[in-house]
């Protein structure tokens, strides 16, 4: 079994590349390893997540 890999959008097949649903910059969307959102999104929003929020 090998790990799923988010390719670089320049290193992804065309086929396999989409539009980050965040900021439309085009990522490895579909397929093995692929992701909705663009490295940079994601770090974002795995970023938040370990960081709760306080309640306001
Ligand atoms: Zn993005």
Not at 27 to 53: D, F, I, M, W
Request: proline share 12%; glycine share 8%.
């Amino acid at each position: 079994m090998t790990t799923p890999v988010n390719l670089p959008p320049e290193q992804c097949p065309s086929s396999l590349r989409g539009r980050c649903s965040r900021c439309h910059a085009p990522c490895h969307r579909y397929g093995h390893g692929g992701n909705p959102l663009c490295h940079s999104c994601r770090a974002e929003v795995e970023s938040k997540r370990q960081t709760k929020p306080k309640a306001a």
